[in-house]
Nanobody
Framework: QEQLVESGGGLVQAGGSLRLSCAAS????????MAWFRQAPGKEREFVAR????????YYSDSVKGRFFISRDSAKNTVYLQMNSLKPEDTAVYYCAAGTYYSTSYNSYDYWGQGTQVTVST
């Protein structure tokens, strides 16, 4: 059964760090691209970062470049999002996604997790 389960969200002060995890099961981890998106209240879901299965190429949105880092551990079938220097505007529900196309569009992804809340206080 294809499934993505996020964890690691929580409340953190501005300037702090969090690491999100996405555990993949079924064929999801073998898909070509794993990505993180986020959605704040009243806003559309937006792309955050993505990583290709091989050769591990990464890409980030301008809003998180240099602060967030995506990685994957094949032995654990897990994708991570290390978030540093967090800002209040990073507050959102963060979703893990898996797909075939190396895209920033949420329509391009086939599987989604349930989301994990990240709240950054001032």
């Amino acid at each position: 059964q294809e499934q993505l389960v996020e964890s690691g969200g929580g409340l953190v002060q501005a300037g702090g760090s969090l690491r999100l995890s996405c555990a993949a099961s079924g064929r999801t981890f073998s898909m070509d691209v794993m990505a993180w998106f986020r959605q704040a209240p009243g806003k559309e879901r937006e792309f955050v970062a993505r990583i290709r299965r091989s050769p591990g190429t990464t890409y980030y949105s301008d809003s998180v470049k240099g602060r967030f880092f995506i990685s994957r551990d094949s032995a654990k079938n897990t994708v991570y999002l290390q978030m540093n220097s967090l800002k209040p505007e990073d507050t959102a529900v963060y979703y893990c996604a898996a797909g075939t196309y190396y895209s920033t569009s949420y329509n391009s992804y086939d599987y989604w997790g349930q989301g994990t809340q990240v709240t950054v206080s001032t």
